[in-house]
């Protein structure tokens, strides 16, 4: 089955490797956003099977975002993998409290990411 991906992240150059990696390796279907309100837009209108989330970004940060995810009937039941280079223990426990599905740290390996999300996601 072909997986519909989201990613929400403000820098150009992750979306786009990103996106590129999950087509080219996987054939998914990947759509992108550049902040919390265009992805939270997004995210209820398509309906993907996952969402990678960034987390530190402008105006509304990832997890203020994946709050409102949660808050929201349409969306609460899709899936949020956080991309983050903010994976120190404190962090990761919060995460978890959050009952957020995934965290994958950046710098990620562009060559495995869609086998890890993949795993996380079966």
Not at 29 to 51: R, W
Not at 61 to 77: S, V
Request: charged content about 25%; some cysteine.
């Amino acid at each position: 089955m072909i997986k519909h991906i989201l990613i929400i992240d403000d820098e150009p150059d992750i979306r786009e490797a990103t996106q590129v990696c999950l087509e080219v390796s996987k054939g998914w279907s990947v759509t992108t956003a550049n902040s919390s309100k265009e992805g939270l837009a997004m995210a209820a209108s398509e309906q993907p099977d996952a969402i990678l989330l960034d987390v530190m970004m402008p105006d509304v940060d990832g997890l203020a975002t994946f709050e409102l995810m949660r808050a929201n009937p349409e969306t609460q039941h899709i899936p949020v993998i956080l991309l983050t280079a903010k994976a120190q223990p404190d962090d990761r426990r919060r995460f978890m409290e959050l009952e957020i599905t995934a965290v994958i740290t950046k710098p990620y390996d562009p060559l495995t990411l869609a086998d890890q999300i993949e795993k996380i996601l079966s």
